[in-house]
């Protein structure tokens, strides 16, 4: 009886398979670095860009603010232009009439002239923020706006703010005028650091500002009744509470005009 011949089966040796597994975790590997790569310049790339956008809001609020600084002589007790310097931190303080845009209009229920005060302070990880507090002129700032300001910008290196001097007319971080509106305001901010051994601010933005309105003297403020006295008063400046000697009629009594925004 003739025996059968026994089949030969293939099949793939132990070495063959371990090679094929290493080529295939090789590919995963450069699918998975790739993939991470990408993830990450885009997760840099959309914190960047939200920097950014971030440090063109907190220019923007700014400069809205020092756009409407208003203050009235007659009584200009209330409306003092207030500046603190230091280093590279200002602090500063100022009546604005302020758009329905800014930030917290609804919380003071139209009330669109406000004390504005900018400040930088300690925050809570050792960096600096700048903060934003406002109150309704006359009143004093309220608990939550004392304890809670509006955090405008976190990790400040810089806000400075600078003016034009009215007789040097060179750039100063003084402001000794407290009943003067500055014809010109330079803001400079920096935000961030490009790394942790680096002092190199990561956004700088300069802004340069000049606020629509000027001071208000005291006889613009009279009424027209008081005006036609002054007008007959030769120690009265021009004649009138208007520049020009205007006696203001047709704006009604003790009416103020301001530029248009």
Same mark, same amino acid.
């Given at each position: ?39 990450? =310049? ?21 400069e809205d603010a020092f756009l409407g600084t208003v203050m009235y002589n007659q009584n200009s007790r209330y409306y003092p232009f207030l500046v603190d310097a230091s280093g590279n ?5 100022? *009546? ?29 990880? =050792? ?8 109150? *309704?002129?006359?009143? &004093?700032?309220?608990? &939550?706006?004392?304890? /809670? ?20 007319? &060179? ?60 007008? /007959? /008063?030769? /120690? ?26």
């Open positions: 009886m003739r025996s059968q011949p026994r089949q030969r089966l293939s099949a793939f040796t132990m070495i063959e398979i371990m090679v094929a597994l290493t080529i295939l975790a090789l590919i995963v590997t450069a699918i998975y670095s790739a993939w991470f790569a990408i993830l990450k =310049g885009s997760t840099a790339a959309a914190s960047a860009a939200a920097t950014a956008q971030r440090t063109r809001l907190t220019m923007r609020l700014v931190y200002t602090s500063v303080s100022f *009546v604005s009439r302020l758009p329905k845009s800014f930030l917290r209009s609804r919380k003071f229920d139209g009330a669109d002239i406000r004390r504005v005060s900018f400040s930088v302070e300690d925050g809570p990880h =050792g960096d600096k923020q700048l903060v934003l507090r406002q109150n *309704v002129l006359l009143l &004093d700032p309220d608990k &939550d706006e004392v304890e /809670n300001p509006l955090i405008v910008a976190r990790d400040v290196k810089m806000f400075l703010v600078e003016f034009i001097d009215p007789k040097t007319h &060179d750039w100063t971080t003084e402001w000794p005028y407290t009943n003067q509106i500055p014809s010109e305001i330079r803001i400079q901010l920096h935000l961030g650091s490009q790394d942790k051994f680096s002092d190199k601010p990561t956004e700088r933005l300069v802004g340069v500002v000049a606020p629509l309105t000027q001071s208000v003297h005291p006889e613009w403020q009279l009424p027209v009744g008081q005006a036609a006295l002054n007008n /007959n /008063n030769p /120690n009265t400046n021009g004649g009138g509470p208007f520049p020009g000697g205007s006696t203001g009629k047709g704006n009604g009594p003790g009416t103020i005009v301001f530029p248009a925004r």
